[in-house]
């Protein structure tokens, strides 16, 4: 019998490999590249561990040449819908009964199969299926996913021996149960990482799920869950289920033993959800647990101590990496008089010298936005500054959907701090830039944190200290994620927890051990060793 308490020590970050010119790991990486755009697989939903085709069939397409189809993938009925739940609830109790350790070993040996085995393959797929660049796929679907993983399981541990104290009389104990019922994972086409976390963060703590992926990210998903099943994961622990979202949250909203929503998307849809949880409320065994990161409209501001190039490079950095399409992107900036047309020219270079194509040629920096729906939505705003006299594009705005959805980085400047491209989010390549006077700071400020109604990121640029805590201070609620002299993306497991509120979500701070406290109801456990005799007590003498 072990009896071992064990510890799992923080971990170090997932290395970054770099993939240069002439290097072994570039030569894998373009081979699996060349495989996969060679092949057509087919998808099927996988629920209670078996594979199932309903002959709904749906089509992967790469974004940067849409007439490429990746993958045929099957789509679920209201039938596979209520089997996923039926899977997730029969596997809940064998998998809460298994030891805490073994949970974590099949985290841990999945991130390992992800960190060598399979690593080009699920960067490939990224980078076909969603449209990243090398890099962004190397830092999310290689390094994210595994520091997820190992970092989880280094929180947990923190988490399972915090226990209340005990006297001579009793002893006190916290059982850190999973929730009630099962937990509705909803995941975002944007992040590799975010459809491991959202699903892993709430199994390793006992918990089963229904999983719904998204559709443009179903390559990397479906790989996802082939590594996780191939690291010892039970059958019915996660239940992959693609497909419509309306008609899978249709069955599982309404089912008494939804236990929580772990979602990563849109703010309608978010919000749609919450009514819904919120209508069926009399129904659910337990009040469910909604856990939401939506939207953003991500700021770099700017004072006139800071370095132009600096900034610069954090604007072109944060605004275009990856297309601009992650909820950290930054979106709008407010950049000081003395410090505009310094900063102006070295962002007229840096995106001049962008090339913009195919994601194996690794010189591109930009790519392909993820979808028609997301370019045509994109270039719907960049249409409404160029009709109007408010703002201008100073660089990019133009857009081509013949072959790929490709959109240009595109900068606007307007001289309305509340022109709609500074208001809504767009996701996309597009960032506006408000010109203030700098006698304006402190009314610039105001303007910076009232503007929007999200609050996920945000940088200031500073080389003034007094100014750049002044700055922190007065912008404490408009960013759960805040950068002092950096872009507002980027954030690293274990080192910046990310999450925001107001508009953006829960603010549950993924990448910490905050997350993992929402997937435990926790019992506290009182043990009498001297039970009293008599209800009298001694005063009573």
Not at 248 to 276: C, M, P, Y
Request: neutral net charge; hydrophobic residues 35%; contains cysteine.
């Amino acid at each position: 019998m072990n009896n071992a308490i064990y510890n799992f020590k923080e971990p170090i970050n997932e290395s970054i490999t770099s993939y240069m010119p002439g290097s072994k790991e570039r030569e894998l990486l373009l081979q699996e590249l060349e495989r996969q755009s060679k092949i057509e697989i087919d998808i099927p939903l996988i629920i209670g561990g078996k594979e199932i085709r309903t002959g709904k069939i749906g089509k992967v397409v790469m974004p940067h040449n849409h007439q490429h189809v990746l993958a045929s993938y099957h789509m679920a009925t209201e039938k596979e819908a209520k089997l996923a739940i039926e899977e997730a609830l029969k596997a809940k109790e064998c998998w809460m009964n298994l030891s805490w350790l073994e949970r974590a070993a099949i985290m841990l040996k999945a991130a390992e199969l992800l960190s060598h085995k399979y690593r080009y393959l699920i960067n490939a797929a990224t980078m076909l299926g969603q449209g990243k660049n090398v890099f962004q796929a190397e830092i999310d679907a290689a390094c994210e996913v595994i520091d997820y993983l190992r970092f989880n399981v280094h929180y947990a541990s923190l988490i399972y021996r915090e226990q209340p104290t005990s006297g001579t009389e009793s002893i006190n104990r916290l059982e850190y149960r999973p929730l009630e019922g099962f937990v509705y994972t909803i995941t975002p086409f944007n992040f590799t990482a975010i459809a491991s976390n959202l699903n892993t963060s709430v199994v390793l703590l006992g918990n089963t799920t229904v999983w719904k992926p998204a559709t443009t990210s179903l390559l990397s998903n479906y790989y996802l869950m082939k590594v996780f099943k191939e690291a010892g994961l039970p059958d019915g622990v996660i239940n992959f289920v693609p497909g419509s979202g309306a008609l899978i949250s249709k069955e599982v909203l309404k089912h008494r033993d939804l236990a929580g929503i772990h979602f990563t998307g849109s703010n309608a849809t978010f919000n749609e959800l919450w009514r819904q949880v919120c209508t069926n409320l009399p129904h659910y065994k337990s009040y469910p647990k909604l856990v939401g990161e939506t939207g953003g409209k991500d700021f770099i501001f700017a004072h006139h101590s800071a370095n132009s190039r600096e900034l610069a490079t954090a604007i072109v950095r944060g605004a275009f990496e990856y297309q601009g399409q992650k909820c950290s992107a930054a979106s709008r900036a407010y950049i000081p008089e003395s410090l505009w047309n310094e900063t102006k020219q070295h962002i007229l270079q840096m995106t001049s010298e962008m090339k913009m194509g195919d994601v194996s040629e690794m010189n591109n920096f930009i790519n392909a936005v993820i979808d028609e729906k997301s370019f045509d939505n994109i270039m719907n705003y960049i249409d409404k500054v160029k009709n109007s006299e408010e703002a201008e594009i100073i660089c990019g705005g133009k857009g081509d959907k013949s072959k790929g959805y490709f959109v240009e980085p595109t900068v606007i400047v307007t001289q309305n701090p509340h022109f709609i491209t500074m208001e809504e989010e767009i996701f996309g390549p597009v960032m506006t830039i408000y010109v203030y006077k700098d006698e304006d700071f402190e009314q610039t400020l105001k303007l910076c944190d009232e503007t929007s109604p999200y609050a996920l990121t945000g940088a200031i640029f500073s080389n003034d200290k007094q100014a750049m805590v002044h700055v922190c201070r007065y912008l404490r609620y408009a960013a759960g994620n805040f950068y002092i002299n950096d872009k507002p993306s980027g954030a690293m497991v274990g080192q910046q927890p990310f999450g925001g509120a107001r508009g953006s979500g829960t603010n549950d701070k993924a990448g910490s051990h905050l997350n993992l406290l929402r997937w435990v109801s926790p019992r506290t456990i009182k043990e009498t060793l001297m039970p009293a005799t008599d209800f009298k007590y001694p005063y009573m003498s």
